[in-house]
T-cell receptor
Framework: DAKTTQPTSMDCAEGRAANLPCNHS???????VYWYRQIHSQGPQYIIH???NNETNEMASLIITEDRKSSTLILPHATLRDTAVYYC???????????FGKGTRLSVIA | DVKVTQSSRYLVKRTGEKVFLECVQD?????MFWYRQDPGLGLRLIYF???????EKGDIPEGYSVSREKKERFSLILESASTNQTSMYLC??????????????FGPGTRLLVL
């Protein structure tokens, strides 16, 4: 699985969009980009995944660059409950064992 | 609503005790996983299972064993608990079918303290 690089931490004002970047320059053609988050003292929670096209669901949007070397997770209207550590992972399949890096600690501020 | 449950949220055990951590999922998933999470080390895979009575070692299986007698239940066993096994233990499950690109669903975690 390709290595991913994320900023250590970010702040976002409540109600604004949170844009979380991820670099995955060594990603292979059939590896997906998955995003999970972990709220303090809880298990990780799946957010979204994509291969080439941009994706959107009820939680977030995923923008993948055309060369697939980086992506951005967008939380359109961040709330205090979105404060968590966000993990970006490159995988062939989401049901194989996961390897989480250190992720980005997002703090949503009132 | 999909659900993965773990038997305890918090557990305190003594060194040398045999410890059982239970995980149950109600989604009829074939795959089940046990991870541990430690500050600065991220999530590490201990064992996983793709079917009943089947198990595979992950990255850090030493000191642990597992049992999968029924599809919905995956147990992690610490044969003789040691202080370096103090950690957050996370169970997850997913479908087997790779074509679906399905995701993993995690339980709430068990925070184990070994004294």
């Amino acid at each position: 699985d390709a290595k991913t690089t994320q900023p250590t931490s970010m702040d976002c004002a409540e109600g604004r969009a949170a844009n979380l970047p991820c670099n995955h320059s060594t990603i292979s053609g059939n590896e997906y980009v998955y995003w999970y988050r972990q709220i303090h003292s809880q298990g990780p929670q799946y957010i979204i995944h994509g291969l080439k096209n941009n994706e959107t669901n009820e939680m977030a949007s995923l923008i993948i660059t055309e060369d697939r070397k980086s992506s951005t997770l967008i939380l359109p209207h961040a709330t205090l409950r979105d404060t968590a550590v966000y993990y970006c992972i490159a995988l062939y399949s989401g049901n194989t064992p996961l390897v989480f890096g250190k992720g980005t600690r997002l703090s949503v501020i009132a | 609503d999909v659900k993965v449950t773990q038997s305890s949220r918090y557990l305190v055990k003594r060194t040398g005790e045999k410890v059982f951590l239970e995980c149950v999922q109600d989604m009829d998933h074939e795959n089940m996983f046990w991870y541990r999470q430690d500050p600065g080390l991220g999530l590490r895979l201990i064992y996983f299972s793709y079917d009943v009575k089947m198990k595979e070692k992950g990255d850090i299986p030493e000191g642990y064993s597992v049992s999968r007698e029924k599809k919905e239940r995956f147990s992690l066993i610490l044969e003789s608990a040691s202080t370096n096994q103090t950690s957050m233990y996370l169970c997850a499950s997913s479908l087997l079918d790779l074509a679906t690109k399905e995701t993993q669903y995690f339980g709430p975690g068990t925070r184990l303290l070994v004294l």
